[in-house]
């Protein structure tokens, strides 16, 4: 296949690239590197079957030649990303899916939709399956990308319905990893760089909000398995193993060896009390559930921070 990857240079992004060249496909990566990093593939350069992009996606996109598939994958994805990139979060969610749907209709590929637990909220319900329509605060500071990617996906089912295209939607829950960036302000870079540093691990409100934590391999395998697959509405790719942020912190430090100490800051706005994902259709559809323990990702991910980047 060849394969566009938008919001190729980013976290994920970039472990696609990497994963799908790996099966023999070609990838063509785009980003506007606003929060995608070219370190993240500048290792890939020198491979015939890739090839790098840098086009804003929310403007109309041109690629010469056929496309198997589209994974849209760009967007700013940390609460700190989107709270200081407000619009061209809204722009790339709603304008960016648009464009690459268009695309991806010209081309007669196959579009996969990048979307999220955010779609949920702060939910009513737990774990979360697919049916259940979250509790989203469409004006509050999440708002931006929670109902981006609700667009998104309405805008994406509305392209398979009319034009009968094949279309899949990931809903991404909480995933860590290696190239994550140090400062994204998200819990688990944020526990790690400030262990290794001896600084105080900051907590948000009480440690006692939920999260469940899917390492970036797993994550990056469920998504091709899905990509394969033949189903057209969303589907949850996360890891269910749920625990407080406060237990996170603890772990943290234990594999870090850090003796930084635990200060406690103000919980943001509409910060989601509980989140787990139901994995029951991705176990029986896609096959796939998450192989890797915690404390192998969280090993692989500190060493990432304590090699790469904090030294770059
Ligand atoms: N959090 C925290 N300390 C930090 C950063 C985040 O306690 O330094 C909390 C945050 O308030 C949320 C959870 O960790 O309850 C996960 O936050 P993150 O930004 O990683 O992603 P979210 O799941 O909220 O999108």
């Not at 010209?106 to 399956?129: C, H, I």
């Not at 930084?260 to 139901?278: A, F, T, W």
């Not at 915690?294 to 790469?308: P, S």
């Amino acid at each position: 296949m060849r394969i566009l990857i938008t919001g190729g240079a980013g976290f994920i992004g970039s472990h696609l690239c990497e994963f799908l060249l790996g099966k023999g496909h070609s990838v063509i990566a785009m980003d506007n590197l606003i929060t995608g990093d070219l370190g993240n593939i500048k290792h890939l350069f020198g491979h015939k079957r890739f090839s790098f992009v840098r086009h804003n996606v929310t403007e109309f996109i041109h690629v010469a030649g056929p496309v198997s598939a589209i994974l849209h994958f760009a967007s700013p994805a940390s609460p700190r990303d989107y709270l200081e990139h407000p619009i061209p979060t809204l722009k790339v969610g709603a304008l960016g899916t648009h464009k690459a749907l268009g695309l991806a209709k010209e081309k007669k590929a196959t579009f996969l939709l990048a979307s999220t637990s955010e779609v949920y909220g702060d939910p009513l319900v737990n774990p979360q399956p697919e049916s259940y329509w979250g509790n989203v605060n469409p004006i509050g500071p999440r708002g931006v990308y929670d109902e981006a990617k609700r667009f998104a996906e309405a805008m994406t089912m509305a392209y398979h319905r009319t034009h009968r295209m094949q279309v899949r939607i990931v809903r991404i829950f909480n995933t860590y990893g290696p190239r994550m960036r140090v400062n994204d302000g998200r819990a688990i870079p944020n526990f790690i760089s400030q262990a290794l540093r001896g600084k105080p691990v900051t907590i948000y409100g009480s440690g006692r909000q939920t999260r469940s934590f899917c390492y970036i391999d797993d994550l990056v395998a469920g998504i091709y398995k899905l990509l394969k697959s033949r189903h057209n509405a969303p589907v949850n790719i996360g890891n269910p193993h749920e625990m407080t942020l406060r237990e996170m912190a603890q772990e943290v430090l234990r594999l870090t060896g850090s003796r930084s100490r635990i200060v406690y800051r103000p919980l943001p706005q509409d910060d989601p009390k509980v989140r787990r994902p139901d994995i029951r259709l991705a176990r029986r559809v896609l096959r796939w559930q998450p192989q890797v323990p915690l404390a192998d990702g969280l090993r692989q991910t500190i060493d990432y921070f304590r090699k790469a980047a904090l030294v770059r």
